[in-house]
C-alpha cells in the first residue's frame, strides 16, 4: 500500500536527493508509523527498495518485541508528549529482510514538513568493525574492567604473588627430606619428619590463601543504582550479535515492563547478559534452526526472574551439574571461568542461577535479580 507523500513534485525529488547523501540510513515515516521516505542507506542496510516498503508500518524493520510495541510508542508520545527515545540516541537491534538481527545505534526527531507532522529516524549499523570501535567504545571499556570479579589478570596475578612463598616452601621442605632419607640416620630421620610437617603446614597455608581469594571475590561488594533491564539487555544484545554472529539467527526478547527497574550493579549484569547471549551463539554455530530469546517475567514480590534460552545441543546432565563451578568448561581450550563468574555476579546481587532445558530443544540460563523497590533512590 503507498501513501502520498509529505511533499509533491520537485521538494520531493529535492528531499529525497538531500537524505540520500548520508551513509547511514534515514527513514521518515508519519504518525501512523507508516514509511514515507527510505533512503538509499536504508535501501543497502535492510535489504529492501524503497518502493517495496513505502505505506508500510516501520516496524517491519524491527525484531520483537519493539514490532508489536511500536505503533503504541507512537500513541504515547502523541497522547502525553513524554519523550522516551526522540532526540536520545540509543544502541538496539534491527531486523534485515532475509530474517537475520544486527546492533544498530538508533536516533529518531521529530519534524513537521508543509505543516504535516512526522519523525525521522537516522541508523547506524554497527555490525561493522571500525563502527563498532567508535560507536562501543565506552561500552566495551567498561565491560572490559567489571570490578574484581572478571579482572582475570589481576586474580592470576595475586594467586601468583601470594601463592609463590608457601610452595616454594613446600618445595624446599620436600627436596630435603628426600636428601636426609637417601641414606637416613636416626638423627636424619628426626629432621626428615620435620621437614615433611613444615611441609604440610605450607600446603595448608597455601589451600588458605586459595580460600581467602575466593571469599574475596564472591563477597564483593557490589555498586548497585536502578537501572532498566530492558536497556541493559539491548546493549548486551548488540555487543553479542556485533561482527555477524547474529547472522541465521532468530533472535527476540520478551521483556516484561512491569519488573524493568532492577537494583543491581549495572556493568556487572550486563557482563552476564553478555557471556550467556555469546555462550549460547557458540552453541548453535552447528545447528540448522538457531533461535535465541531473552525473556523476563516476576519471580515473586522482591525478585525478578531472566531467561536466555537457544535452540543449540543442550547440555549433558552429569556437565550441567558441574556447570558453575570454576574450571569447568563444555568449549575445547575453554577456561571454565564465564559461567563461574557469572555465578558469583548472581549471587553477590542475592539473586541465584540455574539451568535447565530449552523450550527450543537447546539450553536455557535461569537468574534472578533484585527488583527496585518504591522510595529507593538511584545512586
Given at each position: 500500500?503507498?501513501?502520498?507523500?509529505?511533499l509533491?513534485?520537485?521538494?520531493?525529488?529535492?528531499?529525497?536527493?538531500?537524505?540520500?547523501t548520508?551513509p547511514?540510513a534515514?527513514v521518515?515515516?508519519d504518525?501512523?508509523?507508516?514509511i514515507?521516505?527510505f533512503?538509499?542507506?536504508?535501501?543497502a542496510?535492510?535489504?529492501?527498495?524503497?518502493a517495496?516498503?513505502?505505506?508500510?508500518n516501520?516496524?517491519?524493520?524491527?525484531?520483537?518485541?519493539?514490532r508489536?510495541?511500536?505503533?503504541?510508542?507512537?500513541?504515547?508520545?502523541?497522547?502525553?508528549?513524554?519523550?522516551?527515545?526522540?532526540?536520545?540516541?540509543r544502541?538496539?537491534?534491527?531486523?534485515?529482510r532475509?530474517?537475520?538481527?544486527?546492533?544498530?545505534?538508533l536516533s529518531i526527531?521529530?519534524?513537521?514538513?508543509?505543516?504535516t507532522?512526522?519523525?525521522?529516524?537516522?541508523?547506524?549499523?554497527?555490525?561493522?568493525?571500525q563502527?563498532?570501535?567508535?560507536?562501543?567504545?565506552?561500552?566495551?571499556?567498561?565491560?572490559a574492567?567489571?570490578?574484581?570479579i572478571?579482572?582475570?589478570?589481576?586474580?592470576?596475578t595475586?594467586?601468583?604473588?601470594?601463592l609463590?612463598?608457601?610452595?616454594?616452601a613446600?618445595?624446599?621442605?620436600?627436596?630435603?627430606a628426600r636428601?636426609?632419607?637417601?641414606e637416613?640416620?636416626?638423627?636424619?630421620?628426626?629432621l626428615?619428619r620435620?621437614?615433611?610437617?613444615?611441609c604440610?603446614?605450607?600446603?595448608?597455608?597455601?589451600?588458605?590463601?586459595v580460600?581467602?581469594?575466593?571469599?574475596?571475590?564472591?563477597?564483593g561488594?557490589t555498586?548497585?543504582?536502578?537501572?532498566?533491564?530492558?536497556?541493559?539487555?539491548?546493549?548486551?544484545?548488540?555487543l553479542a550479535?556485533?561482527?555477524?554472529?547474529?547472522?541465521?539467527?532468530d533472535?527476540?526478547?520478551?521483556l516484561?515492563?512491569?519488573?524493568?527497574?532492577?537494583?543491581?550493579?549495572?556493568?556487572?549484569?550486563q557482563q552476564?547478559?553478555?557471556?550467556?547471549?555469546?555462550n549460547?551463539?557458540?552453541?548453535?554455530?552447528?545447528?540448522?534452526?538457531?533461535?535465541?530469546?531473552?525473556?523476563?517475567?516476576?519471580?515473586?514480590e522482591?525478585?525478578?526472574h531472566?531467561s536466555?534460552?537457544d535452540?543449540?545441543?543442550?547440555?549433558?546432565?552429569?556437565?550441567?551439574?558441574?556447570?558453575?563451578?570454576?574450571?569447568?568448561?563444555?568449549?575445547p581450550?575453554g577456561?571454565?571461568?564465564?559461567?563461574?563468574?557469572?555465578?558469583d555476579?548472581?549471587?553477590?546481587?542475592?539473586?541465584?542461577i540455574?539451568?535447565?532445558?530449552?523450550?527450543?530443544?537447546?539450553?536455557?540460563?535461569h537468574f534472578?535479580?533484585?527488583?527496585?523497590?518504591i522510595g529507593e533512590?538511584?545512586?
Open positions: 500500500m503507498r501513501t502520498k507523500p509529505f509533491s513534485g520537485r521538494k520531493e525529488e529535492e528531499l529525497h536527493a538531500l537524505i540520500d548520508v547511514d534515514m521518515l515515516i504518525q501512523a508509523g507508516a514515507r521516505s533512503s538509499r542507506g536504508a535501501e542496510m535492510f535489504g529492501f527498495d524503497e517495496e516498503v513505502l505505506g508500510e516501520v516496524s517491519m524493520l524491527m525484531p520483537s518485541p519493539d508489536e510495541n511500536h505503533d503504541g510508542y507512537i500513541r504515547h508520545y502523541l497522547a502525553t508528549a513524554e519523550k522516551r527515545i526522540i532526540g536520545i540516541g544502541i538496539t537491534t534491527a531486523r534485515h532475509n530474517g537475520n538481527t544486527f546492533p544498530i545505534n526527531g521529530e519534524v513537521k514538513i508543509d505543516g507532522q512526522g519523525f525521522i529516524g537516522f541508523i547506524r549499523d554497527l555490525t561493522e568493525k563502527q563498532t570501535e567508535r560507536e562501543l567504545h565506552g561500552l566495551q571499556a567498561d565491560l574492567h567489571v570490578s574484581r572478571s579482572s582475570m589478570g589481576s586474580l592470576a595475586s594467586l601468583a604473588h601470594e609463590n612463598q608457601p610452595l616454594t613446600v618445595a624446599n621442605y620436600a627436596n630435603a636428601d636426609l632419607l637417601d637416613p640416620k636416626a638423627e636424619d630421620l628426626a626428615a620435620e621437614a615433611m610437617e613444615h604440610a603446614e605450607q600446603a595448608i597455608r597455601a589451600g588458605k590463601i580460600h581467602r581469594l575466593r571469599d574475596f571475590i564472591s563477597r561488594d555498586e548497585r543504582q536502578i537501572a532498566s533491564l530492558r536497556r541493559l539487555t539491548q546493549e548486551a544484545s548488540a550479535l556485533m561482527n555477524g554472529d547474529g547472522r541465521g539467527v533472535f527476540e526478547t520478551a516484561d515492563d512491569s519488573v524493568d527497574a532492577v537494583l543491581v550493579d549495572p556493568i556487572q549484569v552476564v547478559i553478555l557471556n550467556l547471549l555469546r549460547a551463539l557458540e552453541a548453535m554455530r552447528e545447528v540448522d534452526h538457531k533461535q535465541l530469546s531473552v525473556s523476563s517475567s516476576r519471580y515473586d522482591s525478585f525478578v531472566v536466555v534460552s535452540s543449540g545441543p543442550g547440555l549433558e546432565p552429569q556437565v550441567a551439574d558441574r556447570l558453575f563451578h570454576p574450571f569447568n568448561s563444555t568449549k581450550g577456561m571454565g571461568i564465564g559461567l563461574s563468574i557469572c555465578h555476579i548472581i549471587t553477590a546481587h542475592d539473586g541465584k540455574w539451568v535447565e532445558p530449552s523450550d527450543f530443544g537447546g539450553t536455557a540460563f534472578t535479580l533484585p527488583l527496585a523497590q533512590e538511584s545512586d
